[in-house]
């Protein structure tokens, strides 16, 4: 035999075999179950800020305005609702959530939804089933936080699960600018 070539094939025999494919098996479950696992936290966080999203954006059945902030206790700021034009649907206090504190007097544009028009959970309330909701750009960015934290969240699980290290590292990124643009505009 000439240098180079190789040689005769090597049998492997039928243990070694099954061993091979049952390790690739395995492999291939390990990547599957990976792949649900960061499918899901995505579409819980897409899902969630969708929802949001709606909120601060349709402007159909919510009454916009503005809430004029009295005091902020941390993650809530509460004040008196203004709507747009002075129509019907003005508020003594309200509730909007404001992770970042702000001044008194402050105006942060609102929306106010009604208990039936509503989906349930939101950002505020005014104690009558009403959610108010902040919006703009600073609203819509922060109803897409659940998004930023469950791209946070899936980032070590494509890394370690699905070993897509770059996909992860930008996953993870895109989630931490995304969290900063946020409390940035707030």
Same mark, same amino acid.
């Given at each position: 035999?000439?240098?180079?070539?190789?040689?005769?094939?090597?049998?492997?025999?039928?243990?070694?075999?099954?061993?091979?494919?049952?390790?690739?098996?395995?492999?291939?479950?390990?990547?599957?179950?990976?792949?649900?696992?960061?499918?899901?936290?995505?579409?819980?966080?897409?899902? /969630?800020?969708?929802?949001?999203?709606?909120?601060?954006?349709? +402007?159909?059945?919510?009454?916009?305005? /503005?809430?004029?902030?009295?005091?902020?206790?941390?993650?809530?700021?509460?004040?008196?609702?203004? %709507?747009?034009?002075?129509?019907?649907?003005?508020?003594?206090?309200?509730?909007?959530?404001?992770?970042?504190?702000?001044?008194?007097?402050?105006?942060? %544009?609102?929306?106010?939804?009604?208990?039936?028009? +509503?989906?349930?959970?939101?950002?505020? +309330?005014?104690?009558?089933?009403?959610?108010?909701?902040?919006?703009?750009?600073?609203?819509?960015?922060?109803?897409?936080?659940? =998004?930023?934290?469950?791209?946070?969240?899936?980032? %070590?699980?494509?890394?370690? +699960?699905?070993?897509?290290?770059?996909?992860?590292?930008?996953?993870?990124? =895109?989630?931490?600018?995304?969290?900063?643009?946020?409390?940035?505009?707030?």
């Amino acid at each position: 035999m000439s240098p180079g070539f190789p040689g005769p094939p090597v049998r492997r025999g039928p243990v070694r075999r099954a061993g091979e494919s049952a390790y690739g098996l395995l492999l291939l479950a390990r990547a599957a179950l990976m792949g649900v696992v960061a499918t899901v936290l995505l579409m819980a966080g897409v899902w /969630t800020s969708l929802d949001g999203t709606r909120q601060a954006v349709a +402007g159909r059945g919510a009454v916009r305005g /503005t809430v004029t902030v009295e005091e902020c206790d941390g993650w809530t700021c509460t004040g008196p609702f203004a %709507p747009e034009g002075g129509g019907a649907g003005a508020r003594a206090r309200v509730a909007v959530d404001a992770p970042v504190s702000h001044e008194a007097g402050e105006r942060i %544009p609102a929306a106010l939804w009604p208990a039936s028009g +509503g989906t349930g959970g939101g950002e505020g +309330g005014t104690g009558g089933g009403e959610t108010v909701v902040r919006t703009g750009t600073a609203g819509v960015l922060y109803a897409w936080l659940p =998004l930023a934290g469950s791209l946070v969240l899936a980032s %070590p699980v494509i890394a370690g +699960g699905l070993r897509m290290r770059r996909t992860a590292w930008a996953a993870g990124l =895109l989630g931490v600018a995304l969290t900063g643009a946020v409390f940035a505009l707030l």
